[in-house]
């Protein structure tokens, strides 16, 4: 079988540092002979494990101009079904041949004696977060890294014995696990039930902090944000990651975008005008 060539390219010696975009198929084949000027990639691994020379031979060459990172979809950390461990040992294997050393999943739930395909949130209680902890502590022993753990969107909770803020620092804490700061998340659920964004950001734990993701939503209401990744970033969510740099130090961040696709252009202009957006924050941003 013959192997696709690609045109190798030299990588722009300016990327924006710090902003990186998550990885689509939509534009993959423009990322590998343009090889644009991002920070970082981020991936999600169920979309490449398992598909054959092409697939390795793609990624071994983003590996060798990017860094990349990789965010999963299917890990169910918060279910009370077993650990998939034959899939975590094929994680393992994948991150390790890449030599990928971020792995990131949701803070949440997806499966109940099989996946639901939905981001289900977990109910806020210390029978839960020690559940989950366990989970976690399993999880790292497995793929030998620390897992990083995302705050997702919600939009009603199960059981609210620990508010959500206080819930995730015990999980961090915990299990000695990190945070994948979704500063769109934290807005979103702001809106929808009526707490502080800039108290939650100001009171999460800055050391525990790895990355951060933003995306766009959709106002279906005044008080009733969705969290889609399918629009450009709001200005006040811009403002919030503005904060949470100021408070916690600089951290990369990944743009999302996972519906209503643009040009790669596109993307690339949207980073270009959140570089400038978060300007005030001086130079430490861009030494980081």
Known sequence: M??????????????????????????LDQVLTE?????????APENWMGRGNLAEYQLDYLRDHYPISSHGLSLSIGSQDP???????????????FSINRYSEHLSYCSVGGHLYDLLPIPFTEAAAEHVIARVRRVQEIIERP??????????????????????????????????????????NSINHGYDARQFIRGLPSSRITYGHIAGHHEEAPDLLIDTHGAGVKPAVVELL?????????FAVVLERDFNIPPLGELLNELYELDQQLQPLGEALHDK
Not at 16 to 21: A, C, M, N, T
Not at 169 to 177: E, P, S, V, Y
């Open 2 to 27: 013959r192997r696709r060539q690609v045109r190798r390219a030299t990588l722009t010696p300016n990327p924006i540092p710090s902003l990186g975009l998550g990885l689509r198929r939509e534009f």
């Open 35 to 43: 090889l644009p000027a991002v920070a970082q990639w981020e991936i």
């Open 83 to 97: 650990l998939d461990e034959t899939f975590l040992l094929r994680l393992k294997a994948f991150l390790d041949r």
């Open 147 to 188: 897992l990083v753990l995302e705050n997702i969107s919600y939009y009603a909770s199960a059981a609210t014995e620990l508010d959500e803020l206080s819930f995730i620092k015990r999980i961090l804490q915990g299990a000695d696990c990190e945070l994948l700061l979704d500063v769109n998340n934290v807005y979103v």
């Open 242 to 250: 503005h904060l949470a740099q100021q408070v916690h130090g600089p």
